[in-house]
């Protein structure tokens, strides 16, 4: 499947952030959002790219814990 990702940056709370965009393409219908953020974290890291940091507890997208919000919703 195909993802386009906007993700949040912001260097620290005085900075000004913005969007970066990041096109995923082979992703499994079987993984989770968060497992998906994290193959793009990996595809960073090879590139010699920044990886982004969110915040995470169960991994299971259900508490609301990670932070995120996918098509606007928490």
């Known amino acids: 499947m195909k993802f386009t990702l906007h993700i949040w940056r912001q260097e620290n709370a005085r900075a000004k952030g913005h969007f970066e ?3 995923l393409e082979g992703i499994s ?3 989770s959002f ?3 953020l994290d193959i793009l974290n990996e595809e960073l ?3 010699g790219k ?3 940091v ?3 507890d169960c991994r299971e997208g259900i508490c609301g814990m990670c932070s995120l919000y996918i ?3 928490p």
Do not use: K
């Open 21 to 23: 965009t990041y096109p």
């Open 29 to 31: 219908p079987d993984c």
């Open 34 to 36: 968060l497992e998906m």
């Open 45 to 47: 890291i090879n590139e």
């Open 50 to 52: 920044e990886p982004f």
């Open 54 to 56: 969110f915040d995470h």
């Open 71 to 73: 098509n606007g919703t």
